[in-house]
């Protein structure tokens, strides 16, 4: 008789516990996702380029997606100066989708009847000699299995339970954000960016947009949304005004839409005027509810203890300038399930075999982006990223 499957406990069902949940169960094992939030997480579409290991996953689950459906092209990378003049340009089609549209994506996939909402993880206890690992919920409750993963983001509890000494750092500046449907677009802003991957330069602010998909997931012309991020320097006790939000509250390191204090929006506004070319000033001063995030950094020196592993930003938070966050989280999800099957009765020597790679991935994906983004926000001359 075959052996019955294998149990895997996900803590996270952001996209990095999707993918995992999606990869794990099509590599035969049995898999619940414990997600602390009581209710569907929602970023109304924030965008991410689409990279090979993201189209990997969708390619896995190709029974339920279209594969021409995950996004939005774009054709060139174009630069431009402070007074609007274009300073550099080059070809280079590619595709631009946004959270929603993946998170819901996999979400489908996985279905709900193994995903569950309100359960957030307090403790982790491993047998070793069952080779067995429990996780502690803080309704009281338990679940016990073969393997856990902390899909947990950046401020992951499963790190801070076995890794606690490492912690993300602040890495000096911040990304101003926004969504501007394509319909309320104004023409001064659509030129030279609607339809192309967009970027300036200036001292301190690096600037960047594209199309993503609209609400719902919709493709089509006029119902996009422009998607801009706009780092700028701060220090920390600015970044922890900017963080506070409408009702006093401290945010830490990202403010959600719609709750950034009416003075930081004047800020932001006033600011564009200050660093951008007149068409991304206008795209922004057409911005109704602009939002925040802090850049930071997070490594690890292991990504595995006993029968728990870390993947996706619980691991390494790569720079944004990467693009490369949620394709990271896909190509830890996609490894971790080609090796389990590669190592059906031997679930630690699974592990072993697949850890070194994921670690040397997210290592050098800090070096280019710590480099790519200390360059454009600490020193002038202007860069287009990679
Ligand atoms: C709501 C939301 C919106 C986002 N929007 C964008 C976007 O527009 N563009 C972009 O590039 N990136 C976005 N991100 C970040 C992006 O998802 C990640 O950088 C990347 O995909 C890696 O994801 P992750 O699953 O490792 O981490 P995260 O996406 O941070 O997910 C971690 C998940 O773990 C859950 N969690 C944390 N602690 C516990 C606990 N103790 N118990 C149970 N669950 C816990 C969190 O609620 C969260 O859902 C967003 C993340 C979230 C959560």
Redesign the pocket.
């Known amino acids: 008789m075959p052996a019955p499957p294998k149990k895997a406990i996900v ?7 999707l993918f995992t949940g999606n990869m794990l169960r099509e590599a035969g094992w049995d898999v619940d996702i ?4 009581q209710h569907d ?3 109304r ?4 380029v689409l990279q090979p290991d993201v189209v990997e996953v969708f390619k896995h689950l190709d029974t339920v997606f279209p594969q021409n459906e995950l996004g939005v092209p774009s054709r060139s990378r174009r630069t431009f100066r402070p007074d609007g003049s274009v300073q550099s340009e080059q070809l280079a089609p590619q595709v631009q989708t ?2 929603s549209l993946i998170y819901t994506s996999m979400k489908k996939a996985f279905g709900d009847e193994h995903y569950h909402q309100g ?4 403790d982790i206890r491993q047998d070793e000699a069952a080779k067995k690992v429990t996780a502690i919920f803080e309704d009281g409750s338990e679940e016990t299995g073969d393997l856990l993963i902390g ?7 499963v790190r801070q339970i076995f890794w606690p000494e490492d912690k993300p750092r602040y890495a000096g500046y911040l990304a101003w954000r926004g969504l501007v449907p394509e319909s309320e677009i104004p023409p001064e802003a659509a030129q030279g960016l609607v339809g192309d991957f967009g970027f300036a330069n200036n001292k301190g602010s690096h600037m960047l947009g594209y199309l993503v998909p609209g609400e719902g997931n919709d493709l089509r012309d006029g119902h996009r949304l422009y998607n801009w991020v706009w780092y700028r320097v701060a220090d920390y006790e600015e970044l922890a005004r900017i963080m506070t939000d409408r009702d006093g509250k401290p945010r830490g390191f990202s403010m959600p839409e719609g709750k950034l204090l009416d003075e930081w929006k004047a800020h932001v506004y006033d600011e564009a005027d200050e660093y951008l070319p007149p068409n991304f000033r206008a795209m922004v001063r057409a911005t109704k509810e602009p939002f925040a995030q802090a850049i930071r950094d997070l490594t690890v020196g292991t990504m595995v203890k006993g029968r728990v592993a870390l ?4 691991a390494f ?1 790569p720079r ?1 300038h990467t693009a490369a ?2 394709s ?2 896909a190509a830890n999800a996609l490894s971790l399930a080609n090796t389990l099957v590669r190592y059906p009765e031997d679930t630690d020597a699974a592990l072993k075999a697949w850890e070194p790679q994921q670690i040397a991935i997210g290592n050098a994906l800090y070096q280019q982006g710590t480099r790519t983004g200390n360059y454009l926000m600490f020193h002038q001359q202007p860069l287009t990223p990679l």
């Open positions: 803590i996270g069902g952001s996209l990095g516990g414990f997600e602390r939030s997480l929602d970023s579409g924030g965008g991410v946004s959270w359960r957030k993880l307090i899909a947990d983001g950046n401020s992951s509890t993947i996706g930003d619980a938070i944004p966050s949620t990271k989280a």
